[in-house]
Structures are given as C-alpha cells and as structure tokens.
C-alpha cells in the first residue's frame, strides 16, 4: 500500500513503529482487535497474515472434525 511502518502504527495506534516490527519478527502476536486492523489497513485477510497459525488451526480441526464424522465401533463386550 505504500505506507512506512510509522504510518502502519499510527493506524493502529501506537506511538511508534516497535510493536510493529515485533509482529513482523513473530516477537508477539497482535489482539485479535489488531489483527483486524493490519488486515483492513493492508486490504488482505487475517488469516493471509498468518499463514502458518491458520494452516496448523486448520489442519487441527480437519482432523478433529474427521474423527468426529467417522462411524463409532459399537464394544462388543
């Protein structure tokens, strides 16, 4: 979008840029508020910023709902 990180922060209203670069280095995960915010200001999806948290929850409930959908075996004793 061409914004600098000191625009970026200012949008999600921080005084500086460093709680932005810790997100960027994985440092700390944003407030689900947050999260939407970078998502609004850089016009992608939450889950585009964090591919591999929403690939592992993904999977993790896939399995999960796979698990529940298969026929129970009855116990024979």
């Keep these: ?10 949008l999600l209203g921080h005084q500086d840029a460093s709680a932005l ?3 960027e280095c994985g440092k700390h995960a ?20 964090f591919p591999t948290l929403y690939d592992g929850l993904r ?3 896939r399995a999960e709902e796979e ?3 298969a026929p ?3 116990t024979l004793f």
């Design 1 to 10: 979008m061409g914004f600098t990180p000191v625009h970026v922060a200012h």
């Design 21 to 23: 670069s810790d997100y």
């Design 30 to 49: 944003p407030c689900l508020s947050n999260a939407l915010r970078l998502g609004i200001i850089l016009r992608v999806p939450v889950e585009f910023l």
């Design 59 to 61: 999977n993790e409930i």
């Design 67 to 69: 698990r529940l959908a």
């Design 72 to 74: 129970q075996q009855a």
